[in-house]
Structures are given as C-alpha cells and as structure tokens.
C-alpha cells in the first residue's frame, strides 16, 4: 500500500529553464493538492485538483506555473521559466472521495527544486 | 486580515516533561483544525484532527484542544521522548473535507536527554 509519491526528490534547474513535478495519490485517492514550502515558511497552497479538473486555483502564481491531473498518470506541476525565487520544497497531498467529514490529507516526501 | 499562528517558533523541553504548542487564528471559522508533524527532509505527517464541536481529542501520549471562543489550539505530548523532536504544525480547514489546508509556520520541538 504505497503512500503518496514524489519525483524527483531533488531537481536542479538553471534559471529559464522548465521544471516538472510529478506527484502519485495514494491508492484510491482522487484529490491531489499542491503546496510550496519556502526555508523558514509554511506549507503555502498552491493548487487543489480532481482527476481532468482543476478546482482551486487560487494560490498558484498567474504566471509561468501550470498543473494538471490527467484521467491517466500521476499530477503534474510545471514551473517554466524558472527563477531563483522558485527554489522551495514542493509537496504534493492527496486524499480520498469525500465521506462528508474533514479527512486529513496524506503528504509525499517532497521535490525540492534549486534553481542556479 | 486572515492569520493563523504558532506563537513559539522553537521549544526546548527537558525529557519526561509535557510540551505545550500553541495554535491562535484570526479571521476564521474553521470547522476543523488538524495537526501535523514534519521531520526535516519529510513531508508533514497527520497527527490528529479536532472538530470545532470537540474540546478536546487523545491519541496515546497526545493531546489536543480546541476553544472557538479563544480562537485557539493547544497540542500536547506528554512525557516527551527525544524521538518526538521535529516540527509541529497546526492547519486549519474551513470546510467539511476535500478543502485546502491553511498551515502555520510550525513549532521546532526539540527534547533534551
């Protein structure tokens, strides 16, 4: 029973470049959300998506950040045009079919992206 | 404006004694507030969940609290092991499940020998 899954779980990019983040639910989970820690921040949410949609947007940069769920495969997030600035740890969540209660949300171990 | 915040950024405590964390928000109404623990390196790993209609939940050595009125959370590790050292955070959801989570910035525990 494989939890959420990550890779890579280091990426170095130079600035301009394209990185891309995938991400793995847990088995029979079709909520993924994405979220950005910065060094010494907290977790930030970045995006919040179901399978072929996106749901929540709303703290993901307007600019050069995309991500997606596909029917097939796993989530990704895709910074293009990298800057410094987008070095973080970036963790993917996800959690089950809503049961109507609050359910915790289920982490991967991270990527974390330096860009030089 | 929206905060929420973990007022001690780090915490030493001597082994065997209870460590205290603490949660404060403004400008929410959240019908849940969760509690996670990271390790560094790791993702956040759940610890407990506390609905707004509970004053207080346990798990083995864990307590939380939950006061609407003081807008608050209270977390708890009683008799603390060195093992317990990593960093605490509190989130917030506002909704009945499936929401984004609204973390804090997170308490470092370290337990002392």
């Known amino acids: 029973n494989a939890g959420v899954m990550q890779n890579p779980r280091h990426l170095v990019r130079r600035r301009g470049q394209e990185a891309r983040l995938r991400c793995s639910p847990m088995?029979?989970?079709?909520?993924v959300y994405w979220y950005r820690q910065l060094p010494e921040e907290g977790l930030k949410f970045m995006v919040y998506?179901?399978?072929?949609?996106?749901?929540?947007e709303s703290g993901m940069p307007k600019e050069r950040f995309s991500a997606e769920f596909p029917k097939e495969g796993p989530s990704i997030l895709r910074i293009q045009q990298v800057v410094r600035g987008d070095s973080a740890a970036y963790f993917c969540?996800?959690?089950?079919?809503?049961?109507?209660?609050?359910?915790?949300?289920?982490f991967g171990p991270g990527t974390r992206l330096t860009v030089t | 404006s929206q905060k929420i915040e973990q007022n001690s950024e780090a915490l030493n405590i001597q082994e065997g004694k209870t460590a205290t964390l603490t949660c404060n928000y403004t400008?929410?109404?959240?019908?849940?507030l969760q509690w996670y623990r990271q390790d560094p390196g790791r993702g956040p790993v759940f610890l407990l969940l506390?609905?707004?209609?509970?004053k207080e939940k346990r798990k083995e050595r864990l307590k939380v609290t939950f006061d609407t009125t003081l807008k608050q959370s209270l977390f708890h590790i009683t008799a603390s092991q060195p093992a317990d050292s990593a960093t605490y955070l509190c989130?917030?959801?506002?909704?009945?499940?499936?929401?984004?989570?609204?973390f804090g910035k997170g308490t470092r525990l370290s337990v002392i020998a």
């Open positions: 969540a996800s959690s089950p079919p809503n049961s109507g209660s609050s359910i915790e949300q289920y």
């Open positions: 989130a917030l959801d506002e909704d009945s499940g499936n929401t984004p989570l609204v």
């Open positions: 088995k029979g989970h079709s909520h």
């Open positions: 400008n929410y109404s959240p019908a849940y």
């Open positions: 506390i609905r707004e209609n509970e």
């Open positions: 998506l179901q399978k072929e949609n996106i749901i929540d």
